[in-house]
């Protein structure tokens, strides 16, 4: 029932397109891939295109998602409905590419600038703090995951925690109850 819900939500046919930036080593590209995978639990159509300069740890990155009820024309995002930006160059390089109606979610942690737009919803989480005091060092990306999740229910609940288990390699399958925490602490922000 809740999965009729999401794909029945909304006007019509529904595309989601999001733009995740920050520095490598801020996990952008995994929470990429945490949404990805959801909308492919969602039974839902998606791409995820990895961007990153060579630097990798301090460099930027930064990644595509596309999240649609029909097939997806190209994996790149040049003007999304939804941005995730997790310091201040990645702020300044996307925010004003962001569709009018769109939302952006910043994490006020590293960023200190406000949106001039008044088109754009902004939501402003210092989540790289919020991980540190819930003892999620590293999480902050996943903390704005589920803000973004809470504001827009783009993908369902049951999704999303089978999307962690997938993401989470084997390896680190300790970290599987971690990153939910923090999409719920993000949920609840």
Same mark, same amino acid.
């Given at each position: 029932?809740? @999965?009729? !819900?999401?794909?029945?939500?909304?006007?019509?046919? $529904?595309?989601? +397109?999001?733009? =995740?930036?920050?520095?490598?080593?801020?996990?952008?590209? !995994?929470?990429?891939?945490?949404?990805?995978?959801?909308? @492919?639990?969602?039974?839902?159509?998606?791409?995820?295109?990895?961007?990153?300069?060579?630097?990798?740890?301090?460099?930027?990155?930064? *990644?595509?998602? *596309?999240?649609?009820?029909?097939?997806?024309?190209?994996?790149?995002? @040049? +003007?999304?409905?939804?941005?995730?930006?997790?310091? =201040?160059?990645?702020? %300044?390089?996307f925010i004003g590419a962001v569709k009018p109606g769109g939302?952006? !979610?910043?994490?006020?942690? $590293?960023?200190d600038e406000k949106c001039q737009r008044d088109d754009i919803?902004?939501?402003?989480?210092?989540?790289?703090?919020?991980?540190?005091?819930?003892?999620?060092?590293? $999480?902050? %990306?996943?903390? @704005?995951?589920?803000?973004?999740?809470?504001?827009?229910?783009?993908?369902?609940?049951?999704?999303?925690?089978?999307?962690?288990?997938? &993401?989470?390699?084997? &390896?680190?399958? %300790?970290?599987?109850?971690?990153? =939910?925490?923090?999409?719920?602490?993000?949920?609840?922000?």
């Open positions: 029932i809740l @999965l009729e !819900f999401t794909r029945t939500r909304g006007m019509g046919k $529904m595309t989601n +397109e999001i733009i =995740l930036a920050g520095f490598g080593g801020q996990g952008i590209l !995994f929470a990429g891939k945490v949404l990805a995978y959801g909308g @492919l639990m969602d039974e839902r159509e998606v791409s995820w295109l990895p961007s990153y300069g060579p630097e990798m740890r301090g460099g930027t990155a930064n *990644c595509s998602v *596309c999240i649609s009820d029909e097939p997806i024309g190209s994996p790149l995002v @040049l +003007e999304p409905d939804l941005l995730i930006a997790m310091n =201040l160059p990645s702020y %300044n390089k939302k952006a !979610f910043i994490d006020s942690t $590293m960023v919803d902004c939501f402003y989480i210092p989540a790289t703090q919020l991980a540190l005091e819930n003892n999620l060092n590293g $999480m902050g %990306n996943i903390v @704005l995951i589920g803000k973004l999740l809470k504001e827009t229910g783009i993908i369902s609940p049951e999704a999303i925690k089978k999307a962690v288990e997938k &993401s989470v390699p084997p &390896s680190k399958a %300790n970290l599987i109850e971690a990153n =939910l925490k923090a999409i719920e602490i993000g949920m609840k922000y």
